[in-house]
């Protein structure tokens, strides 16, 4: 992972209240005061249509996919504009292919979309799907390496499991599934904009992620990155906005078989969501000033005193693990009173599997930290 530094407290710059100890990131961003600001005044404007031209119908969209991209090292022709996971893998699934006997890899427990939509795929191509699951004691990284060979069609895989933090390495199972011929499509939902992520030295297939966790951004608004052999292929929909010339709005009945150039071919036709792609901008411009690597240097040591308070507790933290995320295992007969006992604390997180899932950002100050510990310690199930 990149090195970076520790950035100083921003809690002032988030719409989030001072007796708030908000922890769950993973699910829903916290909302930056200058998203806010930008919802406000792009819900005004767009109140007052007439002030809308023709070419607001592209500009900010263009700006967003570009501030996308430089986030993860691609370039803008590269990324398609798409609404949510979903929709992203389901296009990376209807533009790559199988044989049958071979096999789509996931992980045990993966985030339902990508497991719905590769049963789809299998149930098209003959492949089956293959679940990866872990032995006691071993990673994420070595299950899926130890199942990845020459039967492999497609290996679909997070940056860090969604429940709970733990981290999958990616260059090797990269290079693994390069070696083996294999697609690679990951979901990068709970870690573009917290991690590093470099698609040059990944060589993917398609990476996609939603924009309202780690990217701060609003609801409805997703990216998806597309490799330049796949970026020929068909789309989910058949819209005038991606099509070229589509700016010359006199012209648009004079039909086009021909797409604008790159990944754009798979954008959602409502990309342009005037009301919301100026919050996902100022989102991604925050995250640009503060850099990847830095939010992850930032939010390490904050998931990492939490985890050791939490083992201190006689509790179990997966490991390894992303910086910014984190899971207390707690058991299933204590863990709704121990969720009680921290909403009662007015502290705020997210129970996914066996685990208490915790992922703070940079508006988490010492102060949460104490309010979840207190919390964590002062319920009589830790003990």
């Known amino acids: 992972m990149a090195?970076?530094?520790?950035?100083?407290?921003?809690?002032?710059?988030?719409?989030?209240?001072?007796?708030?100890?908000?922890?769950?990131?993973?699910s829903l961003a916290p909302t930056l005061n200058g998203v806010l600001a930008a919802g406000q005044e792009s819900l005004k404007r767009r109140a007052e249509p007439?002030?809308?031209?023709?070419?607001?119908?592209?500009?900010?969209?263009?700006?967003?996919r570009s501030l996308f991209a430089r986030l993860i090292g691609a370039?803008?022709?590269d990324v398609a504009l798409v609404s949510a996971t979903s929709y992203g893998i389901a296009t990376a699934a209807a533009n790559l292919d199988g044989l049958p006997g071979q096999r789509v890899l996931v992980l045990a427990e993966e985030y339902p979309s990508a497991v719905y939509t590769w049963r789809r795929f299998a149930a098209r191509t003959g492949t089956t799907v293959h679940t990866v699951h872990r032995k006691p004691g071993?990673?994420?990284?070595?299950?899926?390496?130890?199942?990845?060979?020459?039967?492999?069609?497609?290996?679909?895989?997070?940056?860090?499991?969604?429940?709970?933090?733990?981290?999958?390495?990616?260059?090797?199972?990269?290079?693994?599934?390069?070696?083996a011929g294999a697609a690679l499509v990951i979901d990068a939902s709970q870690s573009a904009g917290a991690m590093p992520l470099d698609v040059a030295e990944l060589r993917p297939d398609f990476v996609v992620t939603v924009g309202y966790k780690w990217l701060l951004g609003p609801f409805g608004l997703g990216y998806l990155y597309v490799a330049r052999a796949h970026q020929d292929g068909r789309p989910l929909e058949e819209n005038w906005i991606v099509r070229e010339d589509a700016q010359d709005f006199a012209r648009l009945v004079e039909y086009r078989d021909t797409y604008q150039h790159g990944a754009r071919r798979f954008d959602m036709g409502q990309r342009t969501a005037f009301e919301l792609t100026p919050?996902?901008?100022?989102?991604?411009?925050?995250?640009?000033?503060?850099?990847?690597?830095?939010?992850?240097?930032?939010?390490?040591?904050?998931?990492?005193?939490?985890a050791d308070a939490a083992r201190d507790l006689g509790l179990n933290v997966p490991e390894p693990r992303?910086?910014?995320?984190?899971?207390?295992?707690?058991?299933?007969?204590?863990?709704a009173r121990l969720l009680n006992t921290l909403n009662e604390a007015d502290v705020h997180l997210g129970a996914r599997g066996a685990v208490l899932r915790i992922s703070p950002h940079l508006h988490t100050t010492d102060r949460d930290i104490e309010q979840l510990l207190n919390a964590l310690e002062a319920d009589p199930t830790h003990a």
């Open 3 to 26: 090195h970076g530094i520790v950035l100083p407290s921003a809690r002032h710059l988030f719409h989030v209240p001072e007796e708030v100890a908000y922890f769950n990131t993973a």
């Open 50 to 64: 007439w002030t809308i031209t023709a070419s607001d119908w592209f500009t900010a969209a263009e700006q967003r």
């Open 75 to 77: 370039e803008a022709d």
């Open 138 to 179: 071993q990673t994420w990284t070595d299950a899926v390496l130890n199942d990845l060979d020459e039967t492999v069609a497609v290996v679909s895989v997070p940056q860090v499991h969604w429940t709970d933090g733990t981290l999958v390495d990616l260059p090797p199972i990269a290079q693994a599934a390069h070696d």
């Open 279 to 306: 919050m996902a901008i100022a989102a991604l411009e925050q995250l640009a000033d503060w850099t990847v690597p830095n939010i992850a240097a930032t939010l390490n040591p904050i998931t990492g005193r939490i």
């Open 322 to 335: 992303g910086p910014h995320m984190l899971g207390i295992e707690v058991p299933e007969h204590r863990r």
